[in-house]
């Protein structure tokens, strides 16, 4: 487990949404869950290395470039780095971590994507088309399986707007209605499923009016709606610690 430092009470006053955002993501980890990332998961894999570092130490992470509980000492610039095979306990296969996914081991994973609608199907394949696309998006990797198998699936889209949050995906990449699945943002919190989108939260930055205005889908609001508790100091310690380069501030908002 890392010790995380002390945060000064000037610097706690002057919370990012980076900040905010990435331990509201850490706080979604439960001591003893086992998670795993997939490629491009930047603030899931921050997440995953501020969990350890406070609330959950007996994670296991199993991460796609190889490695079963990296070391992680700091977010590096790309998620396949060499660098999370350092201190590992052992290593894993894509195989290995398909098959962990579909027997029921693993408890939560981050997925990102192009398009989300308020049905929580996501594309992460194309603009357009299947057929005729106008515009190739990186493409689905495991995320169509992967979503429905593992315990708890959670979105994320760090730069919310019109274009991403929309009235229905132009193609579905992934689905899973049956069951509500939540989307976190850089404006606030919502729950997806078959009967549609609620707004949960927001953040102390933005009005349930500006979230309107940047949501492409229809939703409904709890009353009255809760806006999202500031972090614990050590949870923002962490965040520093492991991101020393400040990546999330340029993913973030």
Same mark, same amino acid.
């Given at each position: 487990?890392?010790?995380?430092?002390?945060?000064?009470? %000037?610097? !706690? /006053?002057?919370?990012? *949404?980076?900040?905010?955002? &990435?331990?509201?993501?850490?706080?979604?980890?439960? #001591? +003893?869950?086992?998670?795993?990332?997939?490629?491009?998961?930047?603030?899931?894999?921050?997440?995953?290395?501020?969990?350890?570092?406070?609330?959950?130490?007996?994670?296991?992470?199993?991460?796609?470039?190889?490695?079963?509980?990296?070391?992680?000492?700091?977010?590096?610039?790309?998620?396949?780095?060499?660098?999370?095979?350092?201190?590992?306990?052992?290593?894993?296969?894509?195989? %290995?971590? !398909? /098959?962990?996914?579909? *027997?029921?081991?693993?408890? &939560?994973?981050?997925?990102?994507?192009?398009?989300? #609608? +308020?049905?929580?199907?996501?594309?992460?394949?194309?603009?357009?088309?299947?057929?005729?696309?106008?515009?190739?998006?990186?493409?689905?990797?495991?995320?169509?399986?992967?979503?429905?198998?593992?315990?708890?699936?959670?979105?994320?889209?760090?730069?919310?707007?019109?274009?991403?949050?929309?009235?229905?995906?132009?193609?579905?990449?992934?689905?899973?209605?049956?069951?509500?699945?939540?989307?976190?943002?850089?404006?606030?919190?919502?729950?997806?499923?078959?009967?549609?989108?609620?707004?949960?939260?927001?953040?102390?930055?933005?009005?349930?009016?500006?979230?309107?205005?940047?949501?492409?889908?229809?939703?409904?609001?709890?009353?009255?709606?809760?806006?999202?508790?500031?972090?614990?100091?050590?949870?923002?310690?962490?965040?520093?610690?492991?991101?020393?380069?400040?990546?999330?501030?340029?993913?973030?908002?």
């Amino acid at each position: 487990m890392t010790t995380s430092p002390a945060v000064a009470s %000037d610097s !706690f /006053d002057r919370l990012s *949404r980076a900040d905010r955002v &990435v331990a509201m993501m850490a706080q979604q980890i439960e #001591d +003893g869950m086992v998670i795993a990332t997939g490629v491009a998961s930047y603030l899931a894999i921050l997440a995953i290395a501020v969990a350890r570092a406070t609330h959950a130490p007996r994670l296991t992470y199993l991460a796609c470039v190889g490695s079963l509980d990296p070391e992680m000492t700091e977010l590096q610039p790309s998620a396949e780095s060499l660098a999370y095979l350092e201190g590992r306990s052992g290593e894993i296969t894509i195989p %290995d971590l !398909f /098959d962990h996914a579909r *027997r029921g081991r693993i408890d &939560v994973m981050f997925f990102g994507a192009a398009e989300i #609608d +308020g049905y929580g199907d996501t594309n992460l394949t194309a603009a357009g088309s299947l057929e005729q696309p106008t515009f190739k998006f990186p493409g689905v990797a495991g995320a169509a399986t992967l979503r429905r198998w593992v315990h708890k699936p959670i979105l994320s889209i760090p730069r919310q707007s019109q274009r991403n949050l929309v009235s229905r995906v132009q193609v579905a990449s992934t689905s899973d209605r049956q069951r509500r699945t939540p989307l976190y943002t850089d404006l606030g919190v919502f729950e997806l499923g078959e009967d549609g989108a609620q707004l949960v939260a927001r953040h102390p930055w933005t009005t349930e009016q500006d979230i309107v205005e940047r949501t492409g889908f229809e939703f409904r609001s709890i009353a009255p709606l809760p806006i999202t508790p500031a972090p614990a100091p050590e949870l923002v310690a962490a965040i520093r610690a492991f991101d020393k380069q400040g990546m999330r501030e340029r993913l973030v908002g």
